[in-house]
């Protein structure tokens, strides 16, 4: 270290003559500066091979995971004698009551971006286009889904099937439900208290009475009600805590009950039916099935187990109000497909719908538009969907206002998903953007059918029920089987008689 500070003192007391040549000291520079460039040389290809070698067993590690679990996904979903029967019986040693092994994964398609098209094939010989028409919700549409021809034989099924009313005028039996629920005054004013401040606001009762006795109530209506029932006493069109204590449970209802609704005024205004599309059913259902199928990319056991084809028939002046079509699974919440299974009772019961197709069977004259208020918006607040004199929720009087609207055109076919994933290749949280309903019929008719595809998000008891079909009809098949058997050897005894 001394030596390079000699050097630069030479150079300060000798800077009035030229510098002589130090050819030692460059050669002594050299030197060391070699056996540190070597030394580092060595140490960086130490790393570097190290470096790779993690890279290797990564890649390794990633591939033979991968492998396994494609395999695993494949023996569950691919084959339906065999789905979920694995899950029951992969290890005989394992107690019954340690669960299922969590194997099965639900493939979920990427929507990319807004306006992205993806090439899917559904019919032989043919390649369909979908495009995406939200990511929020995941929300893609089908072109010529259907032909003309088979959305005709829907129809005329239906109508030999025989149509009904989608809902009955004024629901009753909540004030039974109530108390099977035990719940106070208290608890039923906090629930429905969304902003906590003591307070019921006018979007909020409206928004529960909706929901619970089917009629479309507007701010106009409320006020006539808290008039006739003598509630709000103040008549500042809120009520308090005090205020609602002396309301019963199934006040609303007695009330409209008295004065009579309106066809109008009910939350769905339609007509539907159920179509079995299983085997024995007509050929084009059956192939509608199959479609559903190859679109969602989920497995046969699932599309088959789920709701029949629901078709609907929307008469000038039909409409359906913005709804989900599932509601968010909650603890105490059951599925309606898996409850018998789960052998569990729950006054709290949910569709589990978790993806929705919809298809088109005419084109509509004029409205009847599916309308998704906040497709694609930046948050989701229910107490935002009715502000002053606009209600997203209304799609006899606000349609025009919601985010996205999709024309009927026959043989389009729509579908999307009304639960997130939960990151691990099952069902998530409610996707609450998926948010939609049917606008009001102006000028025509309007028919369209759904395809619902039923999953728990308790995976544990999609896993049970899976396994409790497969076991009836395993026991259903044996029954068939002996009683040909019998069939047999009564005819062959017949036959030596």
Known sequence: MMEPQDNIEEDDTASSSPPPRSLPRQRVSLQKSSVCSRSYFMVVMVFFHVYIINVIALLLYVHYNNGSNAITANRDFTSKDNSYKVNGESDPQTPADSGFPRNMHLPRIEGIRVGHVQKVSLVPGKVHEMKTLSLKPLLFEIPEFLSEEECGVVVRL????????????????????????????????????????????????????????????????????????????????????????????????RFLLKRGVERSQLVRNSRHTWLYQGQGAHQVLQDLRKRVTRLTRLPSSLVELSEPLQVVRYEQGGHYHAHHDSGPVYPETACTHTRLAANTTSPFQTSCRYITVLFYLNNVEEGGETTFPVADNRTYEEASLIQNDVDLLDTRKHCEKGNLRVKPIKGTAVFWYNYLSDGRGWVGEQDEYSLHGGCVVTRGTKWVANNWINVDPDYQRQARYQQFVSQQQDKQEQEELISEMNSDQHIERHQDL
């Open 158 to 253: 239906a109508q030999l099937k025989g149509l009904m009313e989608s809902q009955v005028m004024v629901p009753e039996g909540q004030e039974e439900l109530n108390q099977q629920l035990n719940l106070s005054p208290e608890e039923i004013f906090n629930f429905l208290d969304l902003n906590q401040d003591g307070q019921l606001q006018p979007h909020e009762i409206l928004t529960h009475s909706r929901v619970r006795d089917g009629i479309w109530l507007t701010s106009e209506n409320l006020k006539e009600i808290y008039d006739g029932l003598k509630v709000d006493q103040d008549g500042n069109g809120l009520l308090s805590l005090e205020e609602f204590r002396h309301l019963k449970s199934d006040a609303f209802q």
